[in-house]
Every structure is written in structure tokens, then in C-alpha cells.
């Protein structure tokens, strides 16, 4: 796995059963305090990576979009992609036929559900007509690429972008506005949004601490016929957690406490207190971890400093071979040494930034809390999910996570706190806990 979560939970598995973990084609070795050191920051490195070549190919994709580039998945009806131009998309002219007639259709009948069915007969018996549904004539209907308009993340509102496609247009763009116009207006005629819905305002923050599931917002009714709202996992927890937790009591629970960290000073510098601490020991162990990566430099050094003494003085080609190799070997364990030695003084040098821009890191908390407890602000689940970093229901309490003051790095340099009761530490900056009982 290259999750350092579930390493360690096979780990403390196999501790549990008396067993070290070994594996024979990479270098996982627990059967010794050092080699179990090596293997943890081997396996830091493997989640770093990871999220490096998901970054990566998250980037590329998004430069490519940003240039009117097509990039995976389904090809839209009445395209095909061109094999010589990796990204461009060529008309297809059957198809291309099958989509003006959808729109001039839906324009025509005014229902999606009429068109469906006049294009399911007039295609009756093609391998297109095997696929037509309501819902897929909609996605038809509201596509950009018809126009050739390239969208940029379609589902998220406040990232959506738009940019010229390299690709031509199937429809003009006056029918497209007048479809749209027309998709708006059946909208809201028949499916009116209404104004009494409940706002989960913590919805993709709160997580089961039991089996980690992303709590989602449910409603129910109650013998008497009064609507309850919850936070809820889809079905049941599977570790026996606690299935659903009341949606109102817990916004209330959430405010009061992010109330009085605004305007308690004293209680905000003890949870940094424990914040510090806790950052003071992960800058004590990368050290630890950073002098054994430079003692490991050294050695190497050696040894191959001694390599090429027996090399100047093998006489053997098959000698000389077997050392050369090995030097190679050295070198290339050195070069990943001085990868990892630049990452950790990196982590090291950002988590000591924290300490240098803590003088008024409350005074910018609570203007920013501020805001938040100001009901009325627009935006306030955006803004909810800019300052806290996850709130996770544990069995007897709700633990929350606030993220560090103007800081998208380190997930190590966040807050980790919860409502007033006792205090605790956890895997944060800060923690404390709250009973929910």
C-alpha cells in the first residue's frame, strides 16, 4: 500500500500477533528498531509520491482542458476522436445528425420525456436507440461541447470554467441558449426548489471516527409526524460507531464552541500550548530521522571509497564487474538518501514556521470566527469548510479539526479541537473533546 494509514494498521496488526513484517523484492524489514525507522520513512516517501503523481496528472490535465483539449472518457454523440491529434474531437456525421434532431425535437415539444420517445422510434433498431433515456437526453441537451465550449470541473460551481473547444460546433449557439432557456423554465414550473430546505452546513466534514464513512444529511419523520434532521452514514457504521447524531443539536454544539474559542483567549493559547507541543515532537523525531539519513551518507561514503580501492586493485574482470555494481548501488542509495534528506529538512523548515507566526494567530482566528458565527454571512458552508479541516463523530464526543491560519500546506500544521468539556491530545495541532451525550 502506498497509504501510510493502512502500513501502520497492518503493522500494529502484526505486532499484535507477534509477528515482524518482512518482504523480500522491497525494503520493508521490522524485525529491528532501526530497520523498522528505515521502513516507516520509506513508507512516508511511497504516500508522498503518490500524492505527487496525483498532483501531477491532475495538473496536466487541467493545462490540457485550459487549451480547449479533450481529455479521457466517454466521447460525446456525434463525435469521434481524431487518432493524429491526441485531444481533438471530428464530427461524425450519422451522429451529428441524431443530435440537431434532439434539439430541434425538445424545442418543438417542450418535454424531455416526449423527445426520448420520438427519437427512441425514429432510431429504432440502431445501437444508439439502445441507449437513449430521459436522463441521457438531458446531458445532451445541456452540453456545452455542442457549442464547442470546453468546461473545466462542471459539478463544482465555484471552480467552474469555460474556454473555447479546438474542436467545431454540431449546434448553433441561438438553439442551445433557447433549449437552456427553455430547460430553466420547465425546471421551474415543475420542479420548484423549496425555500424551507434544511442547510447541513457541516455536510463533507463530518466523518465516523469508528469506520471513517463521510456522514451525509438525512431527514425523518417521528410518530407524531415531525421532520427530524440527522447526520447519518448511508446505511450502518460496520464498526458499531453511532449510525446518526441530530443535524440542529450538532450545529449548535459546533457554534458554541467556535463562540467561545473567538472571545477566550486564555482557553485558544492552552489548546495552542498543546498544539506546540505536539509540533515540537514531529520536529524532534524528522530531526532524529534526518541525523540517521546523514549518518547513513556517510557510510555509504565509505564503503565506496573502499570499493574503489578493490577495484584499482582487482585484477578479475568478473571481480571488477561484481564491484562496479555494487558501487552503482551505492550511488543510487545515496542519490534517494539525499531526496529524502531535502524532503524532512523541508517539513522541518515549514513546521518552524508555524512557531515564528503564532504571535497573532488568535487575534486572526477570532475575526475570522467572527464572521462564521455571523449566521447571516453568505457563503458560510464555504467558509465553514476554509477554517474547519474535518469534524469526526467519536463514540462519546465530536472532535474537530480547524486548519491553520492562512496555511494550505502541511496537514500536520492544523488545529484539532472540539467543544468545551475535557481536553485531550490527537492528530493535529490542537485537540480537545466534547460529549455528545
Known amino acids: ?11 500494529e496488526f502484526a505486532q499484535a500477533h507477534d509477528c515482524d513484517l518482512i518482504c523480500l523484492k522491497t525494503d520493508i524489514d521490522t524485525t529491528s528498531p532501526y530497520k523498522n525507522l528505515i521502513t516507516k520513512i ?23 482542458s485550459k487549451r480547449g483539449l479533450a481529455n479521457g472518457g466517454l466521447t460525446p454523440l456525434g463525435y469521434r476522436r481524431n487518432k493524429t491529434k491526441k485531444g481533438y474531437l471530428l464530427i461524425e456525421k450519422k451522429e451529428a445528425g441524431i443530435v440537431e434532431d434532439i434539439f430541434n425535437t425538445y424545442l418543438k415539444e417542450k418535454s424531455i420525456t ?10 429504432n433498431g440502431a445501437d444508439f436507440s439502445l441507449k437513449i433515456s430521459k436522463s441521457r437526453i438531458y446531458s445532451i441537451l445541456t452540453n456545452k461541447a455542442y457549442i464547442g465550449i470546453r468546461e473545466i470541473n462542471k459539478k463544482d460551481k465555484n471552480k467552474r470554467e469555460e474556454v473555447f473547444a479546438v474542436w467545431d460546433a454540431i449546434i448553433d449557439k441561438k438553439i442551445f441558449l433557447k433549449v437552456e432557456k427553455l430547460l430553466q423554465a420547465n425546471k421551474e414550473k415543475f420542479h420548484p426548489r423549496k425555500s424551507n430546505r434544511y442547510n447541513y452546513l457541516l455536510s463533507g466534514l463530518f466523518t465516523c471516527g469508528k469506520c471513517g464513512e463521510k456522514l451525509q444529511g438525512k431527514s425523518a419523520y417521528s410518530s407524531i409526524n415531525k421532520k427530524h434532521y440527522y447526520y447519518s452514514h448511508k446505511h450502518t457504521c460496520q464498526n458499531n460507531g453511532i449510525n446518526r447524531i441530530d443535524a440542529e443539536e450538532t450545529h449548535n454544539l459546533v457554534f458554541d464552541w467556535l463562540k467561545d474559542i473567538s472571545k477566550n483567549g486564555d482557553r485558544f493559547k492552552e489548546l495552542q500550548e498543546q498544539g506546540k507541543s505536539r509540533i515540537d515532537k514531529r520536529i524532534k523525531f524528522l530531526k532524529r530521522s534526518l541525523k540517521e539519513l546523514v549518518e547513513d551518507q556517510v557510510r555509504i561514503e565509505k564503503e565506496k571509497e573502499m570499493m574503489v580501492a578493490e577495484l584499482v586493485r582487482a585484477k578479475s574482470d568478473v571481480v571488477k564487474d561484481t564491484i562496479e555494481n ?28 508555524i512557531f515564528e507566526n503564532e504571535k497573532n494567530l488568535f487575534n486572526e482566528y477570532s475575526e475570522r470566527l467572527k464572521n462564521i458565527l455571523n449566521k447571516n454571512t453568505p457563503n458560510l458552508k464555504d467558509q465553514l469548510k476554509e477554517t474547519i479541516s474535518y469534524i469526526r463523530l467519536e463514540e462519546n464526543d465530536i472532535k474537530i479539526a480547524l486548519s491553520g491560519v492562512n496555511r494550505k500546506g502541511l496537514v ?15 492528530t493535529g495541532w490542537l485537540t480537545a473533546t466534547c460529549s455528545t451525550n
Do not use: W
Open 42 to 64: 520509506l513508507m512516508v516517501f511511497a504516500e508522498f509520491e503518490r500524492e505527487m503523481t496525483s498532483q501531477r496528472t491532475s495538473s496536466n490535465a487541467y493545462e490540457r
Open 1 to 11: 500500500s502506498r497509504s501510510l494509514k493502512d502500513f501502520l494498521s497492518i503493522f
Open 114 to 123: 416526449k423527445t426520448t420517445e420520438i427519437i427512441r422510434s425514429k432510431n
Open 326 to 353: 555494487t558501487i552503482i548501488k551505492l550511488d543510487t542509495e545515496q542519490k534517494e538518501n539525499e531526496g529524502k534528506i531535502s524532503y524532512l529538512e523541508y517539513e522541518i523548515e515549514e513546521l518552524n514556521k
Open 412 to 426: 500536520s500544521a492544523m488545529f484539532c479541537s472540539s467543544p468545551p468539556a475535557r481536553l485531550e491530545l490527537a
